[in-house]
Nanobody, 119 residues
Framework: VQLVESGGGLVQVGGSLRLSCAAS????????LGWYRQPPGKSRELVAT???????VYADSVKGRFTISRDTARNRLYLQMSNLNPEDSAVYYC??????????????WGQGTQVTVSS
């Protein structure tokens, strides 16, 4: 499975961005998809995840501002980000986890896309 993010960039405080993640390869037996981010000098942290059934979980810091969505037919994952603030500046990573019967989980990560929010 290959994951390629796009849509990052520079935005002003209060602005919006939409991140996209294109998945290719053996995109089956998917358990969880999501977005993580890594701010400068900090550890990677969860932003939002979605189960294969569509149940979403958000970090408290982004609730009400970010929305995760999926286009299963096109193997795309999205993150709509609104009302951005400087604390949202980070490298954003797409994540996919598959559950292999008899083998357990296999996790995949994209290369990341930079989001910078200027004040």
């Amino acid at each position: 499975v290959q994951l390629v993010e796009s849509g990052g960039g520079l935005v002003q405080v209060g602005g919006s961005l939409r991140l996209s993640c294109a998945a290719s390869g053996s995109v089956n037996m998917v358990n969880t998809l999501g977005w993580y981010r890594q701010p400068p000098g900090k550890s990677r942290e969860l932003v939002a995840t979605m189960t294969d059934f569509g149940d979403a979980v958000y970090a408290d810091s982004v609730k009400g501002r970010f929305t995760i969505s999926r286009d299963t037919a096109r193997n795309r994952l999205y993150l709509q980000m609104s009302n951005l603030n400087p604390e949202d500046s980070a490298v954003y990573y797409c994540y996919l986890s598959r559950w292999i019967p008899g083998g357990g989980p296999l996790d995949y990560w994209g290369q990341g896309t930079q989001v910078t929010v200027s004040s």
